[in-house]
């Protein structure tokens, strides 16, 4: 249970350091998020084979295969908004939106999974959407263009929807759920990327250990760690801790990057974290 938690926690904070690492890239963030998945599908799927895992999804029922490619799809979209975000609005804004995710799939719970929306749940989402307003007011005052803000909420829209399907693929888990993930996310942004551009791309020399690191570490190592633990912790300990990401990401936004946040982004923070780690913890 210890090596669980260690390996969750660690895999959170290299998730929360992502964008930190993206804006020292100087690529689009399309670029990015292909070099990303890229590197990152190509680890796991080299672990999997290693480690002899057995392939299920073209043995699972086509509703299954379906759901899980929905997912990764998601997922690579939902890390494109992110990036492009990161770069328009700042990292701890972006960060800030796209942990809303969670709380727009336990908005949707009810009618997609039918579970009960408890009152006290209801008064969590409320409360992370008023942090949302005034997140997102000041960083418009602050001169943040209305395309950033989309983009960090569509983030997190997509997000929920990449949550969604990966709960309903029941039967694909653990390290083959994150390697097929992870590949459909590629394939996404690979088409993304050549539709609107060519995979003509010119990268940096000093560009390099940053999308290495990106992809190998925070990616593939981070994935492999955050799948293979979060089935020996309980469910509770998964959703609360997961805000960890947002807190450090926000913390090393604003310690490594210098970016500011007025106090009313602050109030607005603290409403967003502490409404979505409250009605976590009255989800059961």
């Not at 210890?2 to 963030?29: D, H, M, T």
């Not at 070099?35 to 057995?54: D, E």
């Not at 727009?104 to 008064?123: D, N, T, W």
């Not at 997140?135 to 997509?158: E, H, I, K, N, P």
Request: charged share 10%.
């Amino acid at each position: 249970m210890k090596r669980a938690y260690f390996k969750y926690i660690f895999a959170l904070l290299l998730f929360g350091s992502n964008g930190i690492l993206a804006v020292q890239i100087l690529l689009s963030s399309y670029e990015i998020v292909l070099f990303r998945t890229l590197i990152g599908s190509a680890l796991l799927i080299a672990i999997f084979v290693l480690a002899r895992g057995k392939l299920t999804y073209f043995k699972q029922p086509k509703q299954q295969s379906l759901f899980i490619t929905m997912s990764g799809v998601a997922m690579g979209a939902s890390w494109m908004f992110l990036y492009e975000a990161y770069q328009q609005v700042g990292v701890g804004i972006a960060s800030l939106a796209y942990c809303c995710g969670p709380v727009v799939v336990m908005a949707l719970s009810p009618i997609l999974f039918r579970e009960k929306l408890r009152l006290l749940k209801v008064i969590g989402f409320i409360t992370v959407l008023f942090g949302i307003l005034l997140v997102s007011d000041r960083a418009y005052q602050d001169g943040a263009t209305v395309w950033g803000l989309f983009c960090g909420g569509m983030s997190a829209v997509t997000y929920a929807a990449m949550v969604i399907c990966n709960k309903k693929a029941k039967n694909i888990v653990g390290l083959e759920n994150a390697m097929l993930q992870l590949f459909f996310g590629f394939l996404t942004v690979a088409v993304f990327v050549g539709v609107r551009q060519g995979y003509s791309i010119n990268v940096a020399h000093g560009d390099w250990l940053p999308i290495l690191i990106l992809g190998l570490v925070n990616t593939g190592i981070g994935c492999y760690l955050y799948f293979s633990s979060i089935g020996r912790l309980p469910i509770q300990t998964v959703a609360i801790c997961g805000y960890l990401e947002l807190l450090s990401a926000v913390i090393f936004s604003v310690l490594i990057l210098h970016e500011s946040m007025q106090p009313v982004q602050i109030l607005g923070a603290a409403l967003i974290l502490g409404g979505a780690v409250f009605a976590e913890s009255v989800a059961k």
